[in-house]
Nanobody
Framework: QVQLVESGGGSVQAGGSLRLSCAAS????????MGWFRQAPGKEREMVAA????????TVGDSVIGRFTIYQDAANNTLYLQMNSLKPEDTAMYFC????????????????WGQGTQVTVSS
């Protein structure tokens, strides 16, 4: 089991940027999928971005294409989500997740989650 701790959330105006971090308790430099998903009050969980630690293959959800980038610092077991051109609809609790193997944006296949970090974007 991987323990995950997110940080970097906060409040920002529309058009601004934030970078989220996720520190993993174990070396995920092998065959782990690492992902970010978000959930706003009253809405379903949405998978935002995912990366496969073994190859660096990554993918992002349609709603954040061109604005969000997922990347990792393998040496420090840290996952990042760079969020640019933020919109009010990006407001949500953002969670980091881990899964063995490549599972892409299939949230149901992630079995380790962090506690989340809140992102609030004002118009």
């Amino acid at each position: 089991q991987v323990q995950l701790v997110e940080s970097g959330g906060g409040s920002v105006q529309a058009g601004g940027s934030l970078r989220l971090s996720c520190a993993a308790s174990t070396n995920t430099n092998r065959r782990y999928s690492m992902g970010w998903f978000r959930q706003a009050p009253g809405k379903e969980r949405e998978m935002v971005a995912a990366i496969f630690s073994g190859t660096g293959t990554s993918t992002v959800g349609d709603s954040v294409i061109g604005r969000f980038t997922i990347y990792q610092d393998a040496a420090n077991n840290t996952l990042y989500l760079q969020m640019n051109s933020l919109k009010p609809e990006d407001t949500a609790m953002y969670f980091c997740a881990a899964a063995w193997g490549w599972v892409g944006l299939n949230a149901g296949l992630y079995n380790d989650w962090g506690q989340g970090t809140q992102v609030t974007v004002s118009s």
